[in-house]
């Protein structure tokens, strides 16, 4: 599959990033932006495939200026744990966590380096005893 049950676009939004999950059902979860109400801001949100039934809080923000890399990838993370998902599948197995994802997006083209630099500073992290729901 791979992204077909994402909830669609709205008006002027788009797609700014993604993370890719080769599960067997090819799971994907985005975050979205478009320009914000307040002249000059952003607004941005996370969606999944499973109408936000994998999304903690928050899952939406607005910024005056474009997020920088960290900040995306703090907010992304924030609303949905990429560390949890692959710790579930592969309980500390770097090597098997850092083949089950990728991290996509024209719009930040450091993305998927920047998401599997966190995935093992949460790995090494975890082993001396330390926590990784707040990374990014």
Known sequence: MGGE??????ESEVEIA?????SS?????????????RAGSIEYRIIDEYGGETLAEPNTMSSEQPLSLREMVAFFLGGWSLVEVLESNFEGDLAGML????????????????????????????????SHRNLG
């Not at 993604?18 to 080769?22: A, C, D, G, L, T």
């Not at 059902?25 to 109400?37: I, K, L, M, N, Q």
């Not at 998927?112 to 992290?125: C, F, G, I, K």
Request: overall charge negative.
């Open 99 to 130: 083949r089950f994802f990728r991290g996509v997006s024209d719009s930040y083209p450091e993305f998927d380096r920047y998401l599997r630099e966190v995935v093992r500073e949460a790995v090494r992290s975890a082993g001396k005893g330390g």
């Open 5 to 10: 049950y994402l909830p669609d676009l709205e």
């Open 25 to 37: 059902t090819f799971d994907v979860t985005s975050v979205y932006a478009r320009r914000g109400e």
């Open 18 to 22: 993604r993370i890719e999950i080769e």
